[in-house]
């Protein structure tokens, strides 16, 4: 195993890249508070040992911690919950209400997930999906905190990229673990001007108007720092924002103006154009990324985002079918 990258961050907060897919793509964190410890996000299977390593190197036995909480289940965040659970006695797994049944019995997840990647890519990136036991689940709903040592982290309902999302919001560093709510933002894109912001699409539960009205809650709680799992710690966060909300419209506006026939020939065309504004985007941030560039960073996501947009169209007009009749 290579040595695990993570930084160190104020506040005893240790960022962890999960290494899923490429170095600087993903992230977890590790919080600890008077000798007690919590994960928020785990990365997937082939992470734990990375987790376990970091662990030992901050000096904490694993019997310190205290809870593993995931700000969703989609694999690249919560895929590695049942086996990094397995290596914490006394931990606690903390999740939305909508995502717990998930952790408890994955085959739903791994089901869906081995049928978009195949069999080999599912092992590959994701490795196993182990259950955990409904006794160490706690369901998390809006509101609910969460006290690690001497800190108290609150549990925010987020939807919008998903509908069993939570943000935690940490009163000491004045920060907010965002999951994928407040968008991805890649070191790779930093400029001068600062960092890049977009939202993400992924399938199957995008909501722009739910994902506004979200922001709006978080930006309440007046932060001073965003910890994205894509990628690390943010600051500025009423500056990134606006980012954050004008790719939301220029998501829904690609979308709305595909006009090829839907299924995959409408998202080829919706990924074109996510792909054509994004250059366009990047080139008047200052990034200094030629085409080829941009779509070997990008390509995943853009793929993925053309998905859930074609998944949000879809059921707007079964919605619009629905009323005619």
């Not at 785990?42 to 662990?55: D, R």
């Not at 009163?171 to 407040?182: A, H, K, N, W, Y």
């Amino acid at each position: 195993m290579s040595q695990p990258r993570f930084r160190t961050l104020p506040h005893q907060i240790t960022c962890i890249d999960t290494e899923y897919q490429r170095p600087g793509l993903a992230a977890c964190y590790l919080i600890e508070s008077e000798g007690e410890a919590a994960f928020i996000d785990t990365g997937t299977s082939n992470t734990v040992p990375m987790l376990l390593s970091v662990l030992e190197a901050r000096g904490v036995a694993p019997e310190q911690v205290k809870y593993v909480i995931p700000t969703h289940v989609h694999l690249d965040h919560a895929g590695g919950v049942g086996a990094l659970m397995q290596q914490f006695p006394n931990a606690r797994l903390v999740i939305h209400p909508y995502g717990a049944r998930h952790m408890i019995d994955p085959s739903k997840l791994e089901a869906g997930a081995t049928a978009v990647y195949g069999e080999e890519k599912f092992q590959a990136d994701f490795g196993s999906l182990i259950p955990v036991d409904e006794s160490r689940v706690i369901e998390a709903p809006d509101g609910y905190r969460v006290q690690l040592g001497s800190r108290e982290l609150l549990c925010i309902d987020t939807p919008g990229h998903a509908r069993h999302h939570i943000c935690i919001y940490d009163e000491q560093s004045r920060g907010i673990f965002t999951g994928d709510t407040f968008g991805l933002s890649y070191r790779e894109f930093d400029t001068e001007k600062g960092p890049f912001l977009l939202a993400t699409s992924t399938p199957i539960q995008f909501d722009p108007d739910a994902w506004h009205e979200t922001l709006d809650r978080l930006m309440g709680l007046s932060p001073e720092v965003i910890y994205l799992t894509h990628y690390c710690e943010v600051r500025k966060p009423e500056l990134l924002v606006k980012q954050l909300r004008e790719s939301l419209n220029q998501f829904t506006a690609t979308a709305l103006a595909a006009d090829a026939e839907p299924g995959k020939a409408r998202t080829a065309q919706i990924r074109a154009g996510l792909f054509k504004w994004l250059q366009e985007a990047l080139q008047k941030h200052g990034c200094s990324q030629i085409p080829q560039e941009i779509e070997q960073l990008m390509s995943m996501d853009m793929e993925l985002d053309a998905q859930g947009l074609e998944v949000w169209l879809q059921k707007r007009e079964e919605a619009a079918a629905e009323a005619k009749t």
